[in-house]
């Protein structure tokens, strides 16, 4: 897969939550591992020395299935603002953005 379509892989959960309104099963613990294993393949993917933001977060979704629903949600507001900030509104651009910052 292309760079562009692992920000998107991440995106797609973050989107379906914020339709939800951060509410009910969009904001469930099931929706924790598959969040954190599509930011692992993003930061894997990342040049060295990008996404340093999102690395931080990725740290705070370690426990995500602990959190209450309140900061669940907002743990997904932030992984939604994280991704606008570091790659932009679309994937198209994302891979740009990210190799303009590590060049």
Same mark, same amino acid.
């Given at each position: 897969m292309s760079f562009e379509a692992w920000v998107e892989a991440l995106r797609a959960? /973050?989107?379906?939550?914020? @339709?939800?309104?951060? %509410?009910? %099963? %969009? &904001?469930? &613990?099931?929706v924790g591992e598959p969040l954190r294993a599509a930011l692992d393949r993003v930061l894997a993917a990342a040049? =060295?020395? *990008?996404?340093? #933001? /999102?690395? @931080?977060w990725r740290k705070r /979704?370690? !426990?995500?299935?602990?959190? *209450? =629903? !309140?900061? @669940?949600? &907002? #743990?997904l507001a932030r992984g939604l603002r994280l991704c606008q900030a570091?790659? !932009?509104g679309g994937a198209a651009r994302a891979g740009a953005g990210v190799r303009a910052r590590a060049g």
């Open positions: 959960p /973050l989107f379906s939550a914020s @339709r939800e309104q951060f %509410a009910g %099963a %969009a &904001v469930g &613990v099931e040049p =060295d020395g *990008t996404c340093e #933001e /999102l690395s @931080r /979704l370690a !426990g995500f299935e602990e959190m *209450t =629903d !309140g900061e @669940r949600a &907002v #743990e570091e790659f !932009g």
